[in-house]
C-alpha cells in the first residue's frame, strides 16, 4: 500500500512482520474450549495468518478460568491433538504445541497444591497467569510465592491492561523484583485496547521490563489488527527487544 508522505514523495508503507519473535506463547486456537476461535475452520484460517506473518511456531494458552473454562491438561492436549492433525492434513509448515493461561484464584492455588499437571512451556517451567482487571488480586503475592517455591517461572499475561496497574510502575517493578517475567500483548502498541493501555504497553517498553510479546489471538479480528504494527513509530524499537521468545 502507497501513502504520501509531508514532502509529497511517495512513501512505501513497512508492512509487519513478525519473523523477529519466532515463537508466540500466548494465544486461543483451540477450538471450543475458551473464547478463542469458534471451529476448526477458524482455527486453520488463524493459524495459516500467524503464519504468514512470520510465526513459525506456536504455544497456545487455553484459558483455565474457574467455572467459566473449566478447563484440564486432558482436554486441552485432545484438543490440541485434533488441531495438529488438521494442520497436518492442511500441511501448514507450523508447529502448534499447546500450554495454558492460568486465571489466579483460589482454585488456581489448589491446583498447584493438588496433582493434576500444570501446563507449562519452556526449559524453566514458564507458567503464564492472568488476573482480575479491575482491583489488585489480594492472592498476587501468595500466588507468585506458591508459583516459586513449586519450581514454575511465573509469567503475567499482559500488565499493561490491568485497571490497577495503570500507571503504577512501581508495583509492576515490585511483582519483576519478586521474580515475575512480563508478557505484552503486541495488540497494546497498536491501541487496539485503548490508548490508555498503549501509552502503558510503551512505558513497559521503555521501562525494559518485556520478556516476552504475545499475539493474544482470539480469531481473525486480531490477525488484521496484528497487521498495523508495521505502521507505528514504536515499531523499530520492538523489533530490537531482546526476547525470550526466541528462546523457547
Ligand atoms: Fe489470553
Redesign the pocket.
Known amino acids: 500500500m502507497k501513502i504520501w508522505g509531508l514532502t509529497g514523495k511517495r512513501k512505501q508503507k513497512e508492512p509487519t512482520r513478525l519473523d523477529f519473535i519466532q515463537t508466540d506463547m ?3 486456537l483451540l477450538p471450543g474450549i475458551d473464547d478463542g476461535v469458534a471451529d476448526m475452520a477458524q482455527a486453520l484460517d488463524t493459524i495459516r495468518h500467524l503464519h504468514a506473518l512470520g510465526y513459525d511456531r506456536l504455544i497456545t ?1 487455553p ?1 483455565i478460568l474457574n467455572d467459566y473454562y473449566p478447563n484440564t491438561p486432558e482436554i486441552i492436549l485432545g484438543k490440541l491433538k485434533e488441531v495438529q492433525d488438521a494442520v497436518a492434513e492442511a500441511q501448514l509448515p507450523v508447529t502448534i504445541e499447546a500450554a495454558a ?1 492460568y486465571f489466579l484464584d483460589e482454585t488456581f492455588l489448589d491446583k498447584l497444591n493438588g496433582t493434576e499437571q500444570i501446563l507449562t512451556f519452556g526449559k524453566p517451567k514458564y507458567l503464564l497467569f ?1 488476573t482480575g482487571f479491575m482491583n489488585e488480586p489480594i492472592l498476587l503475592n501468595e500466588g507468585i510465592f506458591q508459583m516459586t517455591i513449586k519450581g514454575y517461572q511465573p509469567v503475567l ?2 500488565p499493561e491492561r490491568y485497571i490497577y496497574l495503570s500507571g503504577k510502575t512501581k508495583i509492576l517493578e515490585e511483582i519483576v523484583e519478586k521474580g515475575v517475567l512480563l508478557q505484552v500483548n503486541i495488540l497494546s502498541f497498536t491501541g487496539y485496547y485503548s490508548e490508555g493501555v498503549k501509552k502503558m504497553s510503551e512505558k513497559l517498553l521503555d521501562m525494559g521490563l518485556i520478556s516476552f510479546l504475545g499475539t ?1 489471538c482470539h480469531g481473525p479480528r486480531h490477525v488484521d489488527a496484528l497487521h498495523e504494527l508495521g505502521q507505528l513509530k514504536s515499531y523499530k524499537k520492538i523489533q530490537q527487544l531482546k526476547l525470550l521468545n526466541n528462546s523457547l
Open positions: 500466548h494465544s486461543h494458552t484459558h493461561e492472568e499475561a499482559h493474544d
